[in-house]
């Protein structure tokens, strides 16, 4: 019998459409090249891509191969950039006012929440890394190792701002999660999210992009995913904002030095050494970054 496969966004919905397999044993052999054994995440040959088609929202299935707390302490480890300033918080704290009280779920070593409180902005954290909450603590920032769904029990409609940075692409149960998230804001409140863009240069060129798998990523978010919101909850969209690929233009460039067609890295190379400033101008105008960044208000 085969098995029925529900959105995660959209519990209800079976909805869904299969998109392709990758190979449990190449992911396996990607991470170990970062340094990280994933092994154990992997019982059967392939992990599967599926899209709600009522959202457009993709994600990884079977779930038992997402990212436990021993991964993220392993990756953490590895990357020293892992939880490091972004530019979604440059960019949203431009939404942001003193009289604001912000609760951000996933705080980290509290790069977000060092910024808020230079600002005399009321805030607090919620992170899973026991490590980075004893960082935190000693730093003097509010923050408490629980889960968005615990704290939505204590706190219903308690601040003007629930925001979540490189979060929601980890959880497997995105609905329960925004669901809990939109319960603590208060009316008119602002749920500020920010994730990869799944359109950019290095997911449609490299679609085996280690970190864009499992066990690190659950779903794949994108412009239109993110809208799609507005229909699930009680959000509307006031703003969607991409980062400029000006932020990671080297990084762009030498993907595509290394990894594009012999006619594409031919021209890219003739151009980068002719004119490099006008090359970066042109391709900056016309191809988004690699992070995107919504901004929703509750309605009721």
């Not at 990357?79 to 490091?84: G, K, L, T, V």
Request: aromatic fraction near 12%; charge should be positive; proline fraction near 4%.
């Amino acid at each position: 019998m085969k098995e029925v496969i529900y959105s995660p966004l959209v519990p209800s919905s079976v909805n869904v459409k299969f998109i392709e397999t990758f190979e449990s044993d190449k992911i396996i052999s990607n991470y170990q090249k970062i340094g990280i054994d994933v092994e154990r995440f992997f019982d059967e040959k392939g992990v599967s891509l599926y899209e709600c088609l009522e959202t457009s929202y993709r994600f990884y299935y079977p779930y038992s191969t997402i990212g436990d707390a021993a991964f993220y302490e392993d990756l953490s480890a590895k990357r020293q950039n892992y939880y490091s300033n972004r530019w979604e918080h440059g960019v949203t704290l431009k939404y942001l006012d003193t009289t604001d009280s912000v609760l951000e779920i996933g705080s980290g070593f509290g790069a977000f929440l060092d910024r808020l409180k230079a600002r005399d902005i009321k805030s607090k954290g919620l992170e899973l890394n026991p490590l980075a909450v004893k960082e935190c603590v000693k730093k003097g920032l509010n923050v408490t190792e629980k889960l968005v769904q615990q704290e939505a029990k204590e706190a219903i409609n308690k601040y003007s701002v629930v925001c979540c940075f490189q979060v929601l692409e980890h959880i497997t149960g995105v609905n329960d999660f925004i669901a809990a998230s939109v319960s603590l804001l208060d009316k008119k409140g602002r749920m500020i999210i920010g994730v990869p863009n799944n359109n950019p240069y290095l997911f449609i060129n490299d679609k085996f992009h280690t970190l864009n798998l499992p066990p690190h990523h659950a779903g794949l978010w994108n412009g239109k995913s993110l809208k799609s919101l507005e229909r699930v909850f009680p959000l509307k969209l006031i703003s969607l904002e991409f980062e400029p690929l000006k932020v990671s233009y080297s990084d762009f460039l030498t993907f595509h030095l290394n990894n594009a067609n012999c006619l594409v890295r031919t021209v890219l190379k003739l151009s980068n050494k002719l004119a490099p400033n006008i090359l970066k101008k042109i391709l900056c105008k016309f191809i988004k970054g690699r992070n995107v960044l919504a901004v929703f208000e509750k309605v009721s």
